[in-house]
Nanobody, 127 residues
Framework: QVQLVESGGGSVQAGGSLRLSCVAS????????WGWFRQAPGKEREGVAT????????NYGDSVKGRFTISQDNAKNTLYLQMNSLKPEDTAMYYC????????????????????WGQGTQVTVSS
């Protein structure tokens, strides 16, 4: 069992930045894929960015490439999402997630792969 707690959400204007944090506890060593996902009202949850613990290989959704950066601090058991050049379409609830295995050696952006989820943190970007 892994517990995840997100923080760092808020309201910003378009073009601004936010950094989300996700503190993990429990059997974190059993998880190989870590990621950020988001869900806007009326839309399905989508993958934003993932990271594999082996080599810290990252994977990004097309809509956030070049603007968002996923990173981690092992000593603090914390996963981050640095979000720059925010757009109104980035408005959503953002969730941290972890998976006990990868798929073909990669941490895909598909929701189904992930077993553990945080409660979410709201990000609102105004134009």
């Amino acid at each position: 069992q892994v517990q995840l707690v997100e923080s760092g959400g808020g309201s910003v204007q378009a073009g601004g930045s936010l950094r989300l944090s996700c503190v993990a506890s429990g059997y974190t060593y059993t998880r190989v894929c870590w990621g950020w996902f988001r869900q806007a009202p009326g839309k399905e949850r989508e993958g934003v960015a993932t990271m594999h613990i082996v080599g810290l290989v990252t994977n990004y959704g097309d809509s956030v490439k070049g603007r968002f950066t996923i990173s981690q601090d092992n000593a603090k058991n914390t996963l981050y999402l640095q979000m720059n050049s925010l757009k109104p379409e980035d408005t959503a609830m953002y969730y941290c997630a972890a998976a006990p295995f990868d798929y073909g050696g990669r941490c895909h952006l598909g929701v189904a792969l992930y077993k553990d989820w945080g409660q979410g943190t709201q990000v609102t970007v105004s134009s």
